[in-house]
Each structure stands twice: as C-alpha cells, then as structure tokens.
C-alpha cells in the first residue's frame, strides 16, 4: 500500500518504505518510521493491571508529545515541498493516527472529518477499532486548548 493523503504526504507499510525506486519516483525526501519512532507503545501489557494503568498513561502522554514534535516536522517538510512518507508495519494504526492528527492541527479539520478523509483514501485504517483513541483525544485536548 502506498497511497497520497494530501499533495506532498504519503502513507505506506514499511515494506514500501524499503522501495528505493518507489522513494526515487515520488521524490520522496523525509521519512517517518512509525515502528521505529513508537516502538514504547504497548508495554502495558507486560504489566499485572495497576501498573499498567501507569504505564499506559505514561504511554499516551509521550505519543503525544511526539504527535506534536513530529506534525510540526511534517508540516515544516510539507511548507518545503519535501514530499513526507509516514509509514509503519501495516499502515493501520500508528502512521495514520499521525497523519490524522496532522489533519486536525494544520488542515483544521475536526477529528470526524479529518477520520473520513483518510478512511477515503485509506479504507482498512482503524481496524477494527481506533487503539490509540485515548491518545487522539489527549492530543485534541491540548491542540485546542492552547
């Protein structure tokens, strides 16, 4: 999979990432490694569950930071005309909740709204449910907030 969500951002799987013909042709000049950059994500389930509930919470507050850190990145890239591949394993969770939050904050766009543009382009993102929907709305609240 690799699909263009706006002119100059694009999502893959990591195997596309690998492409280098793929990257040559479209130019593509900042990668974002979802796999890479999250790999905190998920560690509470190694964890009996009150620490977990910790553990998660710590989880939510550093992927929002970094959702923050990296659509401030992306949008410097973007105003640059350095086209952008946000890519992870399967290209249903994290790199799209990137890309969505990327939405919400410099296109403006509710989070509905910005869901439905990227479930257009991307139908099997989110499936079967949104796994970082804590975190998305962490990231609402503090992008409206401020």
């Not at 509470?44 to 992927?63: A, G, P």
């Not at 399967?90 to 403006?108: D, E, F, H, V």
Request: glycine share 2%; net charge positive; hydrophobic share 40%.
């Amino acid at each position: 999979m690799k699909i263009e969500i706006l002119p100059c951002l694009w999502i893959s799987t990591f195997k596309v990432s690998e492409n280098a013909s793929f990257l040559l042709d479209k130019n593509i000049g900042f990668l974002v490694n979802c796999q890479n950059d999250l790999d905190f994500l998920g560690k509470s389930k190694n964890y009996n569950h009150e620490i977990s509930l910790n553990v998660q919470k710590y989880e939510i507050l550093k992927f929002n930071k970094y959702l923050f850190e990296i659509t401030e990145r992306i949008h410097n890239k973007i105003k640059n005309n350095i086209n952008t591949l946000v890519f992870c394993e399967n290209a249903i969770q994290k790199s799209p909740t990137i890309i969505l939050c990327y939405l919400m904050r410099y296109g403006m766009i509710n989070y509905q709204n910005s869901l439905e543009i990227l479930r257009t382009k991307c139908p099997d993102v989110f499936k079967p449910n949104i796994e970082y929907e804590n975190t998305i709305k962490k990231f609402m609240e503090d992008l409206f907030n401020n």
